[in-house]
């Protein structure tokens, strides 16, 4: 078991966030449970996890109120876990790391779901718009400023190794948005790409602000280059020292993100209100982003929308 020890970031609800399931295993489970998928072997089958830490996964998703566990009839010795409010309303940040799984992957499993919106009865992708001028939201277009919950947080430095396995079970299961799983089942790979929308590009920038052993820094940093997710750009000859940039592919997980902040921002608070709050420059007003159906424009809704193979 490692040791917990603790570290002082900035308040961010992404990171509370992340600090609750920005594990890959916990990712998984929830993407299985969101598509029907709730006993233990076929959880197991599904995200290609052990035993051993299927269900250390699990019982953590019930200890924070994720899943909860109910045994339907007397004697019956396999539980079922469902979705709770909490969980449910990740349903939006589902649907945003399907569209950019979608753009950059061929993903068999994502590819062969129809999406149905229940409100129109159409088929559907979701797309990301701002409640007041209905626009696209777009990371060049909002801005950060600080909110009255800026303060700092003290976090657990490190509850669980980044895992070695790249990829759950090729076999079973619905891994919609594997790759973006794999790449963001570990906070502080998550972290960094969520800093770099806030401006930082540097290898001291990111490790002050998530003070972590700098081979952490080195080793995600290395990853999300590898990924496509950053490019490099020297800024200093000798020693070589980088600034590190979002490609396309990184800035368009800017909805996930943003989803994940607002997520947060309900179930990760601690009173003092929101840590950052988010300005859409296009109409001048504070964001509220919402996910909505591209055909009759409503907000979507986890419980108003059923999938066809």
Not at 252 to 262: G, I, N, R, S
Request: hydrophobic share 35%; charged share 25%; proline share 4%.
């Amino acid at each position: 078991m490692p040791v917990k020890t603790t570290l002082s970031t900035k308040a961010s609800s992404i990171n509370r966030a992340l600090d609750e399931i920005g594990d890959k295993w916990c990712l998984l489970i929830l993407q299985e449970v969101f598509w029907g998928i709730n006993t233990f072997n076929e959880m197991l089958a599904g995200t290609g996890a052990s035993r051993g830490v299927l269900s250390n996964r699990l019982s953590w998703l019930e200890s924070m109120g994720y899943l909860r566990k109910d045994i339907i009839a007397k004697g019956q010795k396999r539980p079922t876990y469902h979705m709770t409010k909490k969980s449910i309303e990740l349903y939006r940040n589902g649907l945003m790391a399907m569209v950019w799984e979608r753009k950059y992957f061929t993903t068999p499993d994502l590819d062969s779901v129809e999406l149905i919106h229940n409100c129109c009865d159409k088929a559907f992708w979701p797309i990301m718009e701002c409640s007041h001028c209905d626009k696209p939201v777009t990371q060049q277009e909002v801005s950060f400023h600080s909110g009255p919950g800026a303060k700092k947080d003290t976090r657990i430095t490190k509850m669980r190794r980044r895992s070695s396995t790249t990829s759950a079970s090729k076999d079973h299961g619905k891994t919609l948005y594997s790759n973006l799983i794999n790449l963001l089942g570990d906070r502080w790979t998550a972290n960094i790409i969520a800093l770099a929308f806030h401006g930082f590009a540097r290898f001291d920038d990111f490790h002050k602000e998530l003070p972590v052993a700098t081979n952490i820094i080195a080793d995600r940093l290395k990853l999300i280059v590898n990924e496509g997710i950053f490019y490099q750009q020297p800024y200093q000859v000798s020693p070589l020292r980088y600034d590190y940039h979002l490609t396309d592919k990184g800035r368009d997980l800017f909805p996930y993100f943003v989803t994940l902040m607002a997520w947060g921002d309900k179930w990760c608070a601690t009173g003092d209100g929101n840590p950052m709050l988010l300005k859409h420059m296009a109409c001048g007003t504070d964001l509220k982003a919402e996910v909505r159906c591209d055909q009759c424009g409503k907000e979507l809704i986890g419980t108003e929308v059923r999938f066809k193979r």
